[in-house]
């Protein structure tokens, strides 16, 4: 299919390029054109559109989440940590279904689209449905390998790796484990061989809380980031998700190994875990993307309350109101999070990459008027701004409404059917 989007503001979010008006072109998927307004000499559009100054830039990449976690939105709020996923989450997903998992993670899909964001970095289980989900409706996923002492090997991890690499090109698979303190010391020598043998980065989520430092210190003497590292865990990069409480020695140990940092402020101060010192992480110059974490922890898939708590909660912490620039925030939210997930092809505006582009609609009271429209979209900008989201060139969200082959009230209808029977069982 062949699109011309044109008088446009396009963000390419290419190093030193400026926003500029202009038009970008899509065929078969990828960006075969981005610049000064032109038409086609060679032939017809399937379809024109008038940006009428909209902003077109690259999708969000929501770099940590747990799409099928849905089904847990408000159901466990307002406790502490250790009660909420010990009493209630566990005992929940135990019931979950291959199916409840499909529709549940098509829900969280409609809430990606509407936030603009056209990847996801999912970390959770039943990863067949999960896939099924997102190749149905065209949206872009990134699995992650998620065992711990509660489930799955090392040798399911390899096979994983291997088939979900090849199965779709909306699908890529990279190779995790929950956490250092849910997995066994001889599981996660186990996932370092893994690294190794296919020389590929390792996900994880790291130094979330106090708690789970304190208990790491006091099994091997030393820091998540330091003992995953010292058992070669990190030799082929990787990336830690949360990344809350970390020293000096975990962050340069981020900078040697290319570790990417996955912030995830929303769920950290819902769940009292703490902020990130993401200022600090900046200043050192590591690879920081965004992600929201579940739907049951946050509770939204938003990446615009997400942008806006990164800087203003390093703000309010360092008592700095010019602490982590927006533009800063924009490009973790973009090319930062596609750096973490392995997309290189969807990280800018680019003639070549893949054609993951979202649209701002300027002309809504909350974005006027147009001193820095960059930094509005941080600062301002909400969900009602996404005018369109574009996946792989084909359009899925446009103007409120979804065009993913499945209606949204069949989604909604099959998601709260999973969770009256879970209630139930």
Known sequence: MKIRIYNARILTMEAEREMFTGELQ????KITYVGEEKRDENGKWDREIDAKGNVLLPGFKDAHTHSAMTFLRSYADDLPLQ???????FPMEAKLTEDDVYWCALL???EYLSSGITANFDMYMKNEANAKASIDSGFRTVLCGSINDFGGTVE????????FNEIHPLISYQLGFHAEYTTKRETLEGMAELAHKYKKPVYTHNSETENEVAG???????TPTAFLNSLGMFDFGGGGFHCVYMTEEDLQICKEKGIHIVTNPSSNVKLASGIAPIKKMLDMGLSLGIGTDGPASNNCLDMFREMFLVTALQKVNLKDASAVDALDVLRMATVGGAKAMCLDDCDTLSAG??????MIDLNQPN?????NIAKNIVYSGSKTNVKMTMIDGRILYEDGKFDIGISPEEIYAKA??????????
């Open 216 to 222: 790491c210190v006091e099994r091997y003497g030393t």
């Open 83 to 89: 009660e909420w996923l010990y009493e209630r989450v």
């Open 108 to 110: 969280a899909n409609l």
């Open 26 to 29: 899509v065929e078969d998927g």
């Open 156 to 163: 399911g991890i390899e096979e994983e790796y291997l088939h």
């Open 416 to 425: 709260n059917e999973s969770i009256e029977r879970m209630k139930k069982a």
């Open 353 to 358: 990459k893949r054609a993951d582009v979202v």
């Open 367 to 371: 974005m006027q008027p147009l001193n």
